[in-house]
């Protein structure tokens, strides 16, 4: 088999880059995880449990349920899936750990996507 | 390097790839902090999980939702939400420690210091944090 290029077989194509994209929500979803999430976690998990069970559930019901609330807590809950994903996706690089880099952006960045699809889902029907 | 890689390569060389060891980030305590900080995105991850189970079982109704609150007051949630905290306290010094190098204000030949852009930040995180504690105190947990 001959080794001679053949460019007209085998052009050298360059592919889009999905960085741009990756990265606008990575770094929308790094604000949201720096100023939301601790105080977020501290409260649906530390102090939300102990308080009185009935008004809570109404309570946060009327929240689900208004505009504001389910959007806010879409793009709280998809930009903080993003960062990660992405966080994890290079962070798995770094690691050497070797894989089809197509499946592991269909893994990771399909996966925010996919779960942020999801809490969409639950906030429409709530 | 497969046989035929020199068809996907215009160039017909055998370029010198440094090998790199895969624990590489070992070496020293600025690459395992590095590795820390990417780290905190597991945790978090974790807890977004939580969260959409959470809203999922809000939405099949009050007994759903008591038993997923239950199941967050066992002692291992607990120390889960715990770790959260801390991993994204950690990530939230690391995001204010790099925000001044990407966001570079300029007014007219002065340019704003760094340690302003980070003090807004860190001002903005003790409101946002303060706010978001008052109204879920005000209006989620209200008894009345």
Redesign the interface.
Known sequence: MS?A?D?ST?P?RYGRSHEPIAWSLFGAG??V?????????????????????????Q???G??QSWLGKLA?LAV?SL??Y???H??Y??LH???VEANQTLMLVLFYGGATL?SA??AG??L?? | MSSDSSNANPVNRKPYVQKQSANWWLQNRYYRFYMLREATSVPIFGYALLLIWGLLRLSQGEAAFTDWLALMQHPLMMLFHLLVIAAALLHAYTWFDLTPKILVIRLGDFRVPDRWVKLGHYGGFVVTSAALLCLALLFIKGGA
């Open positions: 080794n290029i460019n085998n050298k790094g604000m995880v720096a100023f939301i999430i601790p105080v977020l976690a501290l409260i649906s998990g530390l102090l939300m449990p102990s308080w009185p069970a009935d008004s809570l559930y309570n946060l019901l929240l689900t807590l809950i903080t899936l960062h990660c994903a966080r994890i290079h962070g770094d690691l050497h779960c999801v809490c639950v906030l029907i709530i």
